[in-house]
Structures are given as structure tokens and as C-alpha cells.
């Protein structure tokens, strides 16, 4: 799977939305996931999780400046994001259908700060770049 010259333009543009308020959808999105799929809690047992707590605030920009990484490198995802993708395979081991809730949760966040710009087709670029990312982020689990 890859991505069209107009999907990767769509990514791009409301990237830049997205950058100015990185620690805020970072922190939005692990909530929504905490909230939603509780499971995804047992990688965190150090972590005070309660909504906008500082580890909250730090892991969920953590995650978004990763996603930047593979935004700036969207011609070549799978290089910028191999270390990521070493460390949650054979480090931390996280079961990678987390991976697929995680980039639903931050779908919902984007569609929700963003609703005029988060129509349909930047709906389905995205979508489409974060199943490029969750595939890239679980290939070391093969």
C-alpha cells in the first residue's frame, strides 16, 4: 500500500495543523484510547493515567512527534520509524492490534479538532497513512 501524490499532499497540509498543538492531541489521543480500549493500560502500569496527567502529556507528544517523523519522511516510513518499531516489538513487546486502536483514537481526535478540515477524503488519507504506520510499527513482529 502507498500513498498517492494527493493523499500525501492532504497528509502534509493538515500536518501542519496537527504540529501546533502536538502535546494536546498526543495527550486527547492516549486518553481516548485508555478510555475506550482499558486493556491498553497493562504497558503502562508506571504511568499515572488519569486524564492530562504529565506522563499523559509527555508519552502523547512522544507519539505525535512520531507520526511528524514519519510525515517528514513520507517517501521513506519504514526507515524513519525502524527504531520505534524495534522497540515495540522486541523491547516492549506491545500486541500490535494496539497500534490499530491507537490510530483510531487519534482519527477521532483529528476529526474532532478539526471538523471543517477533517472531511471525508482527508479522512480516508489519513486513514490510509496510519494503516501504512501500524503496518510498518508491527512488520518486526513477523
Given amino acids: 500500500m502507498s500513498l ?12 501542519d495543523k496537527i ?13 481516548r484510547l485508555f478510555s475506550s480500549f482499558p486493556q491498553t493500560k497493562t504497558y503502562f502500569p508506571h504511568f499515572d493515567l488519569h ?6 502529556r509527555t ?4 507519539v505525535v512527534a512520531a507520526v511528524g ?3 517528514k519522511n513520507i517517501d521513506n516510513i519504514a526507515s524513519a520509524l525502524t527504531k520505534l ?13 494496539n497500534f490499530k486502536l491507537l490510530s483510531h483514537c487519534l ?4 476529526a474532532a479538532r478539526f471538523p471543517s478540515d ?19 510499527l508491527t512488520e518486526k513482529y513477523r
Fill in 69 to 71: 517523523d514519519a510525515v
Fill in 59 to 62: 508519552h502523547g507528544s512522544k
Fill in 19 to 31: 504540529g501546533m498543538q502536538a502535546e494536546a492531541i498526543g495527550t486527547e489521543t492516549l486518553d
Fill in 4 to 15: 498517492t501524490k494527493s493523499e500525501r499532499a492532504i497528509i502534509m497540509s493538515i500536518w
Fill in 85 to 97: 518499531s524495534e522497540l515495540h516489538a522486541y523491547i516492549l513487546r506491545v500486541d500490535p492490534v
Fill in 118 to 136: 477533517f472531511t471525508a477524503e482527508v479522512h480516508a488519507a489519513w486513514d490510509k497513512f496510519m494503516s501504512i504506520l501500524s503496518s510498518i
Fill in 51 to 56: 486524564p492530562g496527567s504529565p506522563q499523559l
Fill in 107 to 110: 482519527l477521532v481526535t483529528l
